[in-house]
């Protein structure tokens, strides 16, 4: 009984092939035996990218200037960055949270130009020269904003990580004017969710604010 042993020395080259760049034989031939191909070309090739070429490759950004929580802010930023990550990652603004990233929870919700929006939906390079304001811009020094100091007032948090955004659309919808009862309350502010289920007592919170209760 014979054995055979696999060689990792590729197969000679024929005449006429290139020692310089690996050929499809050389190539097969390496791999079958371990051989590994890297990021930007083959190892024993030629093939690797040049920095015009990194360049190229690069995604492009832009320059926006917007006003956040009442200090003019001036970045550069790749084009594909959401409001949330920039307010998050270069401003260091953690209290708009990344709950789904999809729009559809409310944990992100900021104020821009006075109107809710969801900050993970919002690109960052659109807001030039807008006004932007997080729950970090509502209280004044120590003195709370009337909703902030109502959630505390009615209880209306458990685990807190709603809050913010629950807080931020509470004042978008008052200054909207959607406060004239309880159901219309839970109705402007439904693209808000809380997993504790303190509903009720957010209501309560937006009515004491608006001056119904």
Request: net charge neutral; with cysteine; glycine share 12%.
């Amino acid at each position: 009984m014979s054995t055979e042993s696999v060689s990792a020395v590729p197969p000679p080259t024929e005449p006429g092939e290139s020692q310089s760049a690996p050929t499809r034989r050389t190539f097969i031939a390496t791999t079958a035996v371990g051989g590994a191909a890297v990021a930007g070309g083959v190892i024993g090739g030629s093939f690797l990218v040049g920095s015009e070429d990194a360049a190229a490759a690069a995604p492009p950004a832009s320059r926006v200037s917007l006003t956040v929580n009442g200090t003019r802010r001036t970045v550069t930023v790749d084009n594909r960055t959401s409001l949330l990550d920039l307010l998050r990652e270069r401003f260091g603004l953690t209290g708009t949270k990344k709950g789904c990233d999809a729009g559809a929870c409310g944990a992100c919700t900021v104020l821009v130009d006075g109107q809710r929006h969801n900050a993970c939906l919002t690109l960052a390079v659109r807001l030039e020269g807008a006004e932007v304001t997080t729950i970090e811009g509502l209280a004044d020094g120590d003195r709370l904003h009337p909703l902030q100091q109502a959630f505390i007032d009615q209880d209306a948090f458990q685990c807190g990580y709603c809050t913010p955004g629950q807080i931020m659309s509470g004042v978008g919808c008052i200054k909207e004017g959607h406060t004239g009862s309880p159901e219309e309350i839970r109705e402007w502010m439904s693209g808000n969710i809380c997993r504790c289920g303190c509903y009720v007592k957010i209501a309560r919170a937006v009515e004491q604010t608006a001056g119904r209760k």
